[in-house]
């Protein structure tokens, strides 16, 4: 157990509709990063936060949406969903922003299927 | 831009068995590089890390990778493969200095199998 949770663990939805992924990161981490991973993309970074602060943008798309908020959990926002947004959207937690001794601990996964 | 690429996309290997993962990478500036374990259904997790101190590096279960600079490379073994071994690998790149951002790059990911 790695101390990261993630909610809920699956999610079913059609195309066009919204949902929301919420992460709670380990005691005493600040950062927040999303990765999702699906079969033709590999695991790609989208988002990190630090503090309550965006601090990097991967190949997010402006459909996708994340906030950290002052109790440090964080969500991520899918709207207009597509079939190809289906994937395992894992979150991420480590100390600091990017210090050399930060290790990111991934949460177990939160598997979306669009229909 | 950083990157890393897993040779081999699937590896087998007997029980008992050397496991070599190979791992190389492409950085403009000296690389954090990290090795992940996924079971099925489950999150990644830290295997072993190398952030410019000793260029071996020990991780959990008995796995260890070399740092090799000259070959860009951060291959990750283990002298005897076990059943419980079996899983799906990633390698993983992160820059420091200016970027001052946490987030990895991945590769493509190694299933490893173990056959009895």
């Known amino acids: 157990d790695s101390g990261v949770t993630q909610t809920p663990k699956h999610l079913i939805t059609a195309t066009g509709q919204r949902v929301t992924l919420r992460c709670s990161p380990r005691s005493g981490d600040l950062s927040v990063y999303w990765y999702q991973q699906s079969l033709d993309q590999g695991l790609q970074f989208l988002i990190q936060y630090y503090n309550g602060e965006e601090r990097a943008k991967g190949n997010i798309l402006e459909r996708f949406s994340a906030q950290q908020f002052p109790d440090l959990h964080s969500e991520l926002n899918l709207s207009s969903l597509e079939l190809g947004d289906s994937a395992l959207y894992f979150c991420?937690?480590?100390?600091?922003?990017?210090?050399?001794?930060?290790?990111?601990?991934f949460g177990p996964g939160t598997r979306l299927t669009v229909l | 831009a950083q990157s890393v690429t897993q040779l081999g996309s699937h590896v087998s290997v007997s029980e008992g068995a050397l496991v070599l993962l190979r791992c190389n990478y492409s950085s403009s500036v000296p690389p954090y590089l990290f090795w992940y374990v996924q079971y099925p259904n489950q999150g990644l997790q830290l295997l072993l890390k190398?952030?410019?101190?000793?260029?071996l590096v020990k991780g959990i279960n008995g796995f260890e990778a070399e740092f090799k600079k000259s070959e860009t490379s951060f291959h990750l073994t283990k002298p005897s493969a076990h059943m419980s071994d079996a899983a799906e690998y990633f390698c993983?790149?992160?820059?420091?200095?200016?970027?001052?951002?946490?987030?990895?790059?991945f590769g493509q990911g190694t299933t490893l199998q173990v056959k009895p």
């Open positions: 991420a937690s480590s100390e600091g922003p990017a210090r050399a001794t930060d290790t990111q601990y």
């Open positions: 993983a790149v992160r820059g420091h200095g200016s970027s001052n951002t946490g987030k990895l790059i």
């Open positions: 190398y952030t410019s101190a000793a260029t």
